[in-house]
């Protein structure tokens, strides 16, 4: 049978990478967003898992990342500006997307002034950020190139 279709369906796709503690929005990111529109990996199920988050990003040489700010656990709290803002002081170029319940203004300006490029209410759609995420890459690459 035709087992290589998905994998060259693959080749074409933004790299990306979802930071997230919540189970239920990581299941919607890899059966939605990750299956549908991007290659690229979940992270976040454990604090570890959000402690090495910043090297997983640098390493991984992704195009764009989906970061949850609260990302909490029993044993403690990180929040999704203090790794951004660490990928950033190591030179990482990709579109960073935060996906938020807080969208003050305040907590608006804390997502950019840390690194990111652009935040999303919780409310929001695989497909919408999708869209937003691949327009973003796609312009972030075009600038690059000049």
Known sequence: GGGGGAEEKKA?????????DERLIRMMYQRVLLKKYFDGIVIGESLKQAQSAADV????????????????YAEGTILGSDIVREVRSRGYKGVILFRSANTEE??????????????????????????KLKVMIEERRTTQKL
Do not use: P
């Open 106 to 131: 305040a907590d608006i300006d804390l997502y950019l002034k840390s690194g990111g490029d652009a935040v999303m209410s919780k409310a929001a759609t695989s497909k919408l950020i999708a869209q």
């Open 57 to 72: 990003i640098i390493e991984g040489n992704f195009d764009g990342v989906v970061m949850d700010q609260n990302l909490v």
């Open 12 to 20: 074409g796709l933004f790299r990306v990478v979802c930071v997230e």
